[in-house]
């Protein structure tokens, strides 16, 4: 049997922390795909392109089974139409758990069939988000513990552009 799970996120931008969740499913499951989402409603900083191709680069050395695809829309559907089984979640701290909770339960209801896995970061990256790694970058703090080598890099020239972001 072929196991297919998908890695849903905002990705924006993809962290070391995000970057050890797939790492681990990548070792799982026989097909990962990691999904950004593509959300109208929000601005990110980086466009969805940025985000896949950045991810892209990131994931480069996991084997050809991971896999690096936009979706708009949810989850379940995204899941569905890869033919997988799973999703798969980071979790960070006992703080990550309750939402996670009821996003894993919300798909439930709406797909029986697709289990949410939740894997745990390492330690040392339990502290990161793309949110905080944002915020440090904007205000000259060292970003490199928390992001892959080419985010942190294209963070760096994101906010040279625009350094009121
Ligand atoms: O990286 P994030 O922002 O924590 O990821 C959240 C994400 C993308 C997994 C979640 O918002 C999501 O699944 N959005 C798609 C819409 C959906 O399926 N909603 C119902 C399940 S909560």
Known sequence: MTRVAVF???FDPMTNAHLD????????FDRLVIGVLNNPKKEPLFAIGERVALIERCVADLGEHVSVVAFD???VDFARAHAAGFIVRGLRAVSDFEAELQMALTNRKLAP?????F????????????SLAKEV???GGDVTPMLPG????????????????
């Open 21 to 28: 969740v797939a790492r681990r499913a990548s070792g799982l």
């Open 113 to 117: 069939a697709i289990d949410t896995t």
């Open 73 to 75: 829309g949810l989850t």
């Open 119 to 130: 894997l745990m970061t390492a330690l040392e990256y339990g502290y990161v988000s793309s």
């Open 8 to 10: 849903p996120g905002s």
């Open 137 to 139: 970058a904007r205000f």
């Open 150 to 165: 080419p985010v942190a890099e294209a963070l760096a020239d994101r906010l040279r552009m625009t350094p009121r972001v």
